[in-house]
């Protein structure tokens, strides 16, 4: 474990259990858990901190398997003073650690169409990272400018253009985290607005096995749109229906599943590991690659390392 290790105004724990942590339940130790005081404090730790020290920016865990073996390093996991929401005109500024649904709930208040944000999993900074999107819609079409804390601790505002979205994708500087974002919205009467959001719930809550330990979709479509599995026909080859024809719905690994309910959503059943969970991922890229020649791509995001005994 690293040891010269700089000491900020926020909270620094080491050897911290992520497990806790991430909507999966699994994973092991963070070296270090950082939840930076405010910007400035982020800054300062960072711009200190040994550059051969590895950082890795946490949102609240909902798109993300943990490893056993824990994540070496610093993990950056924003807090309070990063989930304000700020309204002026059609334009808002968003802390990072604010929950998706959140935005969309305050937006919807104030006549501001957000409402795809509203069934996406997680938090605004890990949406910009993700391009996060649904029924169309991305944050690459609403985001004006990102606030950015570099990995050397220099603060930057990045525009869309320079994020380079694409599809789950941003061009953001590695060991780097986004502190806030500015976002414009269309808009639109607030009761319509949070009615749409209501059936969007609905439809997500019948399709989706949103009662599991699950982190959304599992596997990117090899179409390269949205993976809900919702009402989106605009896109025949979808993720779910190549695992589901590959016999694989339901399958266990383990404490790990493909869920029943919906065959992209990989669950943890009670007692699975990460690398149950992996292991039965892989599976799955594999069966599907011999059935129908695609290979998936993973959508959740794996980090860290195994234990010795995986290894």
Not at 99 to 119: E, N
Not at 223 to 231: D, E, I, N, P, V
Not at 266 to 281: P, R
């Amino acid at each position: 474990m690293s040891t010269d290790i700089p000491t900020p105004r926020g909270s620094l724990i080491a050897n911290r259990s992520l497990d806790s942590l991430t909507w999966l339940r699994v994973g092991g130790p963070a070296e270090w858990l950082f939840q930076p005081a405010d910007e400035d404090d982020l800054a300062e730790f960072l711009a200190a901190l040994d550059p051969a020290v590895p950082v890795f920016a946490m949102g609240v865990g909902s798109n993300l398997i943990v490893r056993d073996g824990g994540i070496r390093g610093v993990v950056v996991r924003l807090g309070r003073a990063f989930n304000g929401v700020e309204v002026d005109g059609d334009v808002l500024t968003v802390g990072a650690a604010s929950l998706d649904a959140q935005v969309a709930r305050r937006a919807a208040d104030a006549g501001l169409d957000l409402t795809f944000l509203r069934t996406i999993p997680g938090s605004i900074g890990g949406a910009v990272r993700m391009n996060a999107g649904c029924y169309g819609t991305y944050m690459a079409d609403h985001l004006i400018e990102g606030r950015v804390v570099t990995r050397e601790g220099r603060k930057i505002t990045l525009s869309a253009g320079d994020l380079n979205f694409g599809y789950r994708h941003s061009d953001l500087p590695e060991g780097s985290v986004i502190t806030s974002v500015t976002m414009r919205a269309p808009k639109g009467d607030p009761d319509a607005l949070h009615a749409r959001m209501a059936e969007q719930l609905d439809r997500r809550d019948a399709t989706q096995p949103t009662k599991e330990r699950s982190a959304g979709s599992t596997f990117r479509n090899p179409a390269g749109y949205s993976s809900t599995g919702q009402a989106d026909d605009t896109h025949e080859l979808k993720a779910w229906a190549l695992i589901d024809q590959a016999g694989l719905r339901g399958h266990s690994w383990g404490g790990a599943q493909m869920s029943q309910k919906h065959p992209n959503f990989l669950i943890n059943t009670g007692g699975a590991t990460a690398a149950d969970l992996e292991a039965l991922g892989e599976l799955v890229r594999r069966r599907v690659l011999e059935e129908s020649g695609h290979e998936l791509q993973w959508e959740v995001v794996r980090i860290g390392e195994p234990t010795p005994e995986e290894d």
